[in-house]
């Protein structure tokens, strides 16, 4: 079965210093993977995504994540925090093959704050 | 498109009582996923569907919860009887599964809170 974690409840990070929030996943088949963003009391907004190619993935708002097969991990980061970039975070994987093909399982989520 | 649509935004009940949930998935879409999030539990998968078959419903909690898409632009999650433990946010999502275009996107939720 797929799984993703995120190791981290929470990660703080100072405005204007890089950031990164860590993913890894479990899959049985090629990885399908995805980070979301949710601002209080919203939904969870797509950030972005990999699905092939290139190791190093842009998404919105300038973040970036980092697939790395060998270490299966999917790193979400972004090179100068802003302090609107505090919310939650969700790392998830799709099931492209078996019984559960199309599944979209999600971490439980780290908490990012930026001080300014 | 107006996106994912869910109904109600609030809802308020007392323990005991039927609650139904509706979505309203984006057009084309053929996935549909029905997620429940709380602070103790994170963000689970309850159920989802595919071209309005169910396929995974091992996340459903207890035979209270039951979930249908009768048509592939009207989703419900029920729960009957409803009890204060089931007081949570309840997302949709839905998506295509097409190559590259196989991101989900979310509907603003329903806040459930059983009294």
């Known amino acids: 079965a797929q799984s993703v974690a995120q190791p981290e409840d929470q990660v703080n990070v100072a405005e204007g210093n890089p950031l990164t929030v860590k993913c890894t996943y479990s899959v049985s088949g090629n990885p399908y993977l995805f980070w979301y963003v949710q601002y209080p009391n919203r939904g969870l907004q797509f950030l972005l995504k990999y699905i092939t190619g290139d190791n190093l993935v842009k998404g919105s708002y300038g973040f970036e994540a980092e697939f790395n097969k060998s270490q299966t991990s999917f790193h979400l980061k972004k090179p100068s925090a802003l302090v609107s970039d505090s919310a939650l975070y969700f790392c998830a994987v799709r099931d492209t093959g078996g019984t559960s093909y199309g599944k979209l399982t999600f971490g439980q989520g780290t908490i990012l704050t930026v001080h300014p | ?115």
């Open chain 2, 1 to 115: 498109d107006a996106g994912v649509i869910q109904s109600p935004r609030h809802e308020v009940t007392e323990m005991g009582q039927e609650v139904t949930l509706r979505c309203k998935p984006i057009s084309g879409h053929d996935y549909l996923f029905w997620y429940r999030q709380t602070m103790m539990r994170g963000l689970e998968l309850l159920i989802y569907f595919n071209n309005n078959v169910p396929i995974d419903d091992s996340g459903m909690p207890e035979d209270r919860f039951s979930a249908k898409m009768p048509n592939a632009s009207f989703s419900t999650l029920k729960i009957q009887p409803s009890e204060p433990r089931d007081s949570a946010v309840y997302f949709c999502a839905s998506s295509f599964n097409a190559g590259m275009n196989t991101e989900a996107f979310f509907g603003q939720g329903t806040r459930l809170t059983v009294v």
